[in-house]
């Protein structure tokens, strides 16, 4: 009886930080993904500069992503990957506001993808090794909630920071989701006293 309750309440404890951390993870992408084209033009950048830094940057994310995810496989450190990229982007975001300049635009943003594509599939795969059933205890907890929970955190960050921010390129957005980002440090990184859940 006192396993089940103790299951149970690591089961609740994992569910809320797993639901913390993708809806402050998703609500910093929210928040200033959809605006990027936007600030950048705000910045004085022609519209073949922007697609030019976009499509750097999402060629960057290609890269970076399975690089991150075979480090952290390798030194078996998730947590501590997934930490530094968030704390990585969230220090880069902040870098937008003060930036200028097609060359200094471009760099930011590629250090930023770079350290932005891997938090998604190493907070995945902290979660759904945390969710899923094993020997030793059943499945902890649904993993579609905590997706669920960070897709509608994107979609009240867009919301909340277009009608907030006024003009969609202001610097405000960015230095939300730098701050969003940097928050994710605290959920879920943390650990939960369980080395298989967070390792």
Known sequence: MADELNGARR???????????????????GVASPFLPAFLLSRGLSPEHIGLIISFSVFVRVISG???????????????????????????????I????????????????AMLAPTT????????????????????????????AGSAAFIVGSVLS????????????FG???ASTY??????LAGSGRRDAFA
């Open 11 to 29: 089961s609740s404890s994992d569910l809320v930080r797993f639901t913390l951390l993708f809806s402050v993870l998703y609500a910093a992408f």
């Open 66 to 96: 399975p690089i991150a995810g075979r480090i952290a496989d390798g030194l078996q450190a998730r947590r501590g990957v997934l930490a530094i990229c968030t704390i990585g982007s969230a220090v880069f975001a902040f870098g937008f």
């Open 98 to 113: 003060p930036a200028d300049g097609f060359s200094t635009l471009l760099v930011i943003s590629l250090l930023q993808a």
């Open 121 to 148: 599939s190493l907070a995945d795969a902290l979660a759904l090794r945390s969710a899923t059933a094993n020997s030793n205890s059943p499945a902890r907890f649904e993993y579609g909630w905590v997706r669920g």
């Open 162 to 173: 277009g009608a907030g921010g006024g003009n969609p390129g202001t610097v405000g957005g």
């Open 176 to 178: 939300r989701s730098g």
């Open 183 to 188: 928050d994710c440090r605290g959920y879920g």
